[in-house]
């Protein structure tokens, strides 16, 4: 495609409950990135993949959160048991590959847990 | 670990004022520097990198910055603003193996009419 897409764009959700955020790269781009930005605070990192293995998963604030890319591109970042701090809004975004490449970013997914 | 620290939380300016925002890092190694800005409504897009060569970058819509090694520093800058760089702005640093960016606070500008 064009660009990184995410779905859905926005989700509302209760505590406690499961969600799944989607991202879909630029075609061709080997690289996938998720970031979290909280209410005023730059993106932060959470995993990185490199086709579909993950290469670097140490911005994952705990074991609720997982990420998966089973066939090395679309991505899904899976979060059990919400709880109201995970309200953010998540970034996924691509690169060509994985050495010193810019990082295109989606629009992103504006996660609610109420 | 890394750190990327913006002075300028918030920036009004009017029209055709000349704009200079802080940026730096705390990374001694080799880095690749970016300024991404966010538009109202819209995703984060690359306004411009320095990866090596010439210290001074130049970017899209007349946009440019400096990288001052000596200063841990990139600052972005642009001769007069206009209305329509109305905006957020990120300054990151991608570091070690390269697959990680670290971002500032950012700095929200509001240029008036």
């Known amino acids: 495609g064009a660009g990184v897409s995410q779905t859905p764009s926005n989700k509302v959700t209760e505590k406690g409950k499961y969600v799944e955020l989607r991202c879909d790269p630029i075609s061709g781009h080997t690289a996938l990135y998720w970031y979290r930005q909280s209410l005023g605070q730059g993106p932060e990192f959470l995993i990185y993949f490199q086709g579909t293995g993950a290469a670097d998963d140490s911005g994952l604030p705990n074991d609720r959160f997982f990420a998966v890319r089973p066939e090395g591109s679309v991505s899904t970042l899976k979060i059990q048991r919400t709880e109201r701090g995970d309200s953010a809004v998540y970034l996924c975004?691509?690169?060509?590959?994985?050495?010193?490449?810019?990082?295109?970013f989606g629009p992103g997914t504006r996660l609610l847990v109420l | 670990a890394q750190s990327v620290s913006q002075h300028n939380h918030h920036v009004i300016l009017s029209e055709a004022a000349s704009l200079e925002l802080g940026c730096n890092y705390s990374?001694?190694?080799?880095?690749?520097l970016f300024w991404y800005v966010q538009y109202p409504g819209q995703h984060l897009q690359l306004l411009l990198k320095?990866?090596?060569?010439?210290?001074l970058v130049k970017g899209i819509k007349g946009f440019e910055a400096e990288f001052i090694k000596s200063k841990f520093s990139f600052n972005l800058r642009k001769p007069s603003v206009q209305w329509s760089d109305t905006a957020e702005y990120f300054c990151?640093?991608?570091?070690?193996?390269?697959?990680?960016?670290?971002f500032g606070t950012g700095t929200q500008l509001k240029v008036e009419l």
């Open positions: 320095y990866f090596s060569g010439d210290p």
């Open positions: 990151a640093v991608l570091t070690g193996g390269g697959n990680k960016l670290t």
């Open positions: 990374y001694g190694g080799t880095v690749n």
């Open positions: 975004a691509s690169s060509l590959s994985s050495l010193a490449e810019t990082q295109y």
